[in-house]
């Protein structure tokens, strides 16, 4: 059922980036009288037509409730859900679909696994590892984890760069860290974390190990049976699918022990007012009617970057981070903040004097989109001294062409402020 | 790209590379903080009072060259206002730059505020251009909570 949303590109032989430009609508357009040059994908990513296909031919042809239905439209709706959950799990090399719970972004599935797996688990002085580059969604969860459970949130340092300081994670793991959570590329800094070994060495302690994959799908081959995660979470809207829904991997073992986050609805085997029984995983997970039309447009949006290719994204983003770099390095008082040697498509920067807002605005009516702010990571700002950045990140549509109109809108920045 | 300059126009690139009044009052009678969580801008406000009369107000604090110029402008504005003139002159300044009165600055009484006309055409930048007013109206209402603004 799903080849009926699925992408018509058979392989990513041939593929050249304008042909691939085709396939977003939205790129066609102009902004402010300038053609549209998006570079704030590491806050959503543009839709390709196959996802937009997806998700007007579900509310055309497909639209029904799922799980419970008789009728032919529910059992449609159901069977094209249920294959979403099938292509994210082959996607992210799960053992099997159940590990694999469709929840509202990677925010969400943070948020589950400290209350379904944490917040049951810890007592006073266990010992919560997290990084200094994370953003608000993998602290915030854990500091009221702390709260609830009297446990301790310890934070490894990263540095000049923008790189966790491995040995000093290693030396702050111990067998009262009962969990790390982590993100395999910083949304922020770009900064790409070596995951499999630091979820080993978090391994050798009995901790359990959760990556935020939010910013690492769109740009790299995930394998979570390889790293050996025990969650690894995302959210759609990064990876070119719809907004409002995500994934969380759950190790199968891991999951059959976990209380039910919320409750009603699918979550139910049976009810009674003396007592219920919880179904199983994954629905276990997925009280309540989901985000049906969500979860089928993210599969069409797996199964889009499938037919281009992890290989062929991540070869052409590095491309363009090299030149993007090389070419931001010559504007000369600017200063990139993240410069770890192993980074996605991602440069935050700064110039001095020149608030990241009035950067933003200028750049804006060169039709330039880039995120100014503190990316929802302001600990990561103090820790670098600044308030602000100007974040350009890019996505497998974004090309040289795009670069170079990001620098000649600096030279307009500098011209105005200068 | 000439439009942009009818943002940033002589005066606020003035302002903010030379923002007037920058600095505390030691012993101000009203000290408020405001910030924007979205942006990262903050900004103290001091106050000193004499017989329900603004007789000094300085800003501290870091931001775009919006809020800097805003807030630069502001206390040029406000010293020698009553109470009164300065809530009065919040409400004019906060229509002029939500669009919500004609930008015609004709007897508006905004004087040099009036360059903060086109802020209404970029409304992700109203924010900027309202902090240090919100502030200080939080500061002259004497309340304690920091202002915290996204507009």
């Known amino acids: 059922m799903v080849e009926r949303y699925s992408s018509n590109r058979s392989n990513g032989e041939g593929l050249s980036v304008e042909r691939l430009r085709e396939d977003f609508p939205i790129l066609r357009q102009q902004v402010h009288g300038r053609p549209l040059v998006y570079l704030d994908n590491a806050a959503t990513t543009q839709k390709p037509q196959a996802v937009i296909d997806a998700l007007i031919r579900y509310y055309t042809e497909d639209n029904a409730n799922i799980h419970r239905g008789v009728h032919a439209l529910s059992v449609r709706a159901t069977r094209l859900y249920e294959s979403a959950r099938r292509t994210i799990s082959a996607f992210l090399g799960a053992c099997e679909p159940e590990e694999i719970v469709f929840v509202r972004g990677a925010t969400e599935g943070v948020n589950l696994v400290a209350q379904s797996w944490a917040r049951p688990r810890l007592a006073r002085g266990d010992e919560i590892l997290i990084t200094g580059m994370e953003h608000h969604s993998n602290i915030v969860p854990w500091q009221i984890i702390c709260r609830q459970t009297g446990a301790v949130l310890r934070v490894a340092p990263i540095d000049d760069h923008g790189a966790l300081v491995v040995d000093e994670y290693e030396r702050m793991l111990s067998p009262r860290t009962k969990v790390v959570a982590l993100a395999h590329v910083s949304n922020a800094l770009g900064t790409i974390n070596p995951v499999q070994s630091l979820i080993r060495s978090a391994h050798s302690f009995g901790a359990v190990v959760l990556v935020d994959g939010a910013q690492a799908v769109p740009h790299q081959a995930v394998d979570v049976a390889g790293l050996d995660c025990d969650f690894y979470v995302f959210s759609s809207h990064k990876v070119y699918g719809p907004t409002g829904v995500g994934a969380l991997y759950g190790r199968r073992s891991l999951l059959e022990q976990m209380e039910p986050y919320q409750g009603g609805g699918e979550m139910i085997r049976s009810v009674t007012f003396e007592e219920t029984t919880y179904n199983d995983i994954p629905y276990r997970f997925e009280a309540g009617t989901p985000n049906i039309s969500g979860a089928i447009g993210l599969g069409a949006a797996i199964e889009y970057l ?31 903040i993240g410069t770890a040697p192993d980074k996605a498509a991602v440069i935050s920067f700064v110039l001095p004097r020149i608030h990241a807002h009035d950067v933003g605005t200028v750049l804006d009516r060169a039709g330039v989109a880039v995120r100014t702010g503190h990316h929802c990571a302001q600990p990561i700002m103090d820790r670098f001294g600044v308030p602000a950045t100007t974040r350009a990140s890019f996505a497998l549509y974004n090309t040289r062409a795009d670069v170079d109109a990001l620098v000649a809108g600096l030279e307009e920045v500098l011209k105005v402020f200068g | 790209m000439s439009d942009l300059r009818d943002l940033y126009q002589e005066l606020i690139l003035d302002h903010n590379n030379r923002p007037r009044n920058k600095g505390r009052i030691e012993g101000a009678d009203r000290v408020a903080k405001g910030h924007n969580p979205l942006c990262g801008d903050h900004v103290t406000v001091y106050v000193k009072l004499k017989d329900g009369v603004v007789e000094d107000v300085t800003f501290e604090g870091s931001g775009c060259a919006i809020s800097t110029a805003s807030a630069s402008l502001m206390t040029e504005s406000l010293r020698g206002k009553t109470l009164e003139e300065a809530k009065a002159l919040f409400a004019k300044f906060h229509g002029l730059v939500t669009g919500e009165v004609a930008e015609n600055g004709q007897g508006s009484g905004l004087g040099k505020l009036e360059v903060f006309s086109n802020v209404c055409q970029y409304p992700a930048r109203v924010k900027c251009a309202t902090l240090a007013w919100h502030t200080i109206r939080a500061a002259l209402e004497d309340k304690d909570e920091p202002v915290v603004t996204t507009e």
Not at chain 1, 314 to 324: F, I, K, M, P, R
């Open chain 1, 306 to 336: 499938k037919a281009v290719g992890m290989d062929w994204i991540a070869a052409h983003e590095t491309d363009l981070l090299a030149y993007a770099t090389e070419s931001l390095k010559r504007i000369e008082p600017l200063r990139i």
